[in-house]
């Protein structure tokens, strides 16, 4: 289940493509050289390091593929596989920046997409969404929109749930 890159409530210092920077494809975080980083989605490791983004960390997996860049540390190996919530890596300033921070990318499709966007469509509203929608009893097009939508929402989960309807009149 995706969660938060850095401490809830850390302080975005430059939003996705701002009207100031419109090619900037991320969220800048602002966070002192050491901070704790955490994956975002579950998958694999790749390390992607260059002038620009520094010591970076990618993660491939959930339908995307998630980035941390300016780190001053990895901890966790290429190729290795992480659980969203995993710590990965301390964050610095390496690459090309004016100061210390994080800049978290998300790629979806092979174009970047707003990260703040996505982290709240991923992770609070979709399950308690369902929750509250699917219950015992739940009817024929309630459960099979519902399925579809978490289907998109999450497509690596293996969906070998079933629902078992209350009295067989109920299919
Ligand atoms: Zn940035």
Request: aromatic share 8%; no cysteine; proline share 6%.
């Amino acid at each position: 289940m995706p969660t938060h890159p850095i401490a809830p409530g850390t302080r975005v210092t430059s939003g996705f493509r701002t009207k100031s920077r419109p090619d900037h494809d991320g969220t800048d975080y602002a966070a002192k050289v050491g901070t704790k980083v955490y994956a975002a989605n579950s998958g694999t490791v790749e390390w992607r390091t260059n002038e620009r983004a520094g010591t970076n960390i990618q993660i491939a997996g959930e339908g995307v593929t998630t980035g941390y860049s300016h780190l001053s540390k990895r901890l966790v190996s290429d190729g290795a596989k992480v659980k969203a919530g995993d710590l990965i890596g301390l964050s610095g300033a390496t690459g090309n920046v004016t100061g210390p921070h994080m800049h978290f990318y998300v790629i979806k499709a092979g174009k970047f997409i707003n990260p703040t966007t996505w982290l709240k469509s991923t992770t609070s509203s979709t399950k308690p969404k369902a929750s509250s929608v699917l219950k015992e009893g739940s009817k024929g097009e309630k459960v099979r929109i519902l399925q579809a939508g978490l289907r998109k929402a999450y497509p690596a989960y293996r969906w070998n749930v079933s629902v078992k309807p209350r009295k067989p009149a109920d299919r």
